[in-house]
């Protein structure tokens, strides 16, 4: 049986490669990509994504997530990944939108609808997570676990340990880390 996951994401390069082994890996049943502000704007993350899918022929819905940190301004990674995100990769046009809802209301109607709890993968800041228990704490007994990204061995984005995920994301992994399920 494949397992469902949810993939929030901030697609830069880095995330292209997370996002395609959620799509091909038989093991995994991708049921709802969502995106967030962090190696880039919210804008350029919901337009990688949507340009990914689209190059991989990939039937998920995608929804729009937050476009700023919860308690600071966005620093973003443009250093690392280019203006765009994808520096240096181009797609061909397609007429993909995002779901006409924010990430955080995509991802509670996924779990509270899934037949089975649900795993989300977060690869990006947990500004997300963070407004789904904020405004749905009920949505925890529908998630299996929480996998996260974060952190650095050694060479960070922002400083020698700290990637713009754990830059980012200081108050939404406290929130997270108490919300009772299997980090």
């Known amino acids: 049986m494949r397992l469902p996951i949810i993939l929030d994401t901030d697609p830069g390069i880095d ?26 704007s919210v804008e350029k993350t919901t337009r990688n994504a949507l340009q990914l899918l689209h190059f991989w022929n990939a039937d998920v819905p995608l929804a729009q997530g937050a476009s700023m940190p919860l308690v600071r301004p966005l620093r973003d990674a443009a250093s690392v990944h280019g203006e765009s995100g994808m520096e240096g990769y181009d797609f061909v046009e397609h007429q993909r939108q995002p779901l006409a809802k924010p990430a955080f209301q995509a991802i509670r109607d996924a ?53 713009s995920i754990s830059l980012s994301t200081r108050r939404p992994p406290r929130k997270c880390s108490t919300a009772g399920w299997r980090l």
Do not use: K
């Open 15 to 40: 995330d292209a490669a997370a996002i395609a082994a959620a799509l091909f890996a038989p093991e995994l049943d991708l049921q709802l990509m969502t995106t967030v502000a962090g190696n880039v």
């Open 111 to 163: 779990l509270m609808h899934a037949a089975e709890p649900i795993t989300l993968v977060a690869i990006g800041p947990l500004t997300n997570i963070a407004l789904l228990l904020t405004q749905y704490p009920e949505c925890v007994f529908n998630i299996r676990r929480l996998v996260i990204m974060g952190g650095s061995a050694g060479r960070g984005n922002f400083t020698r340990m700290r990637n």
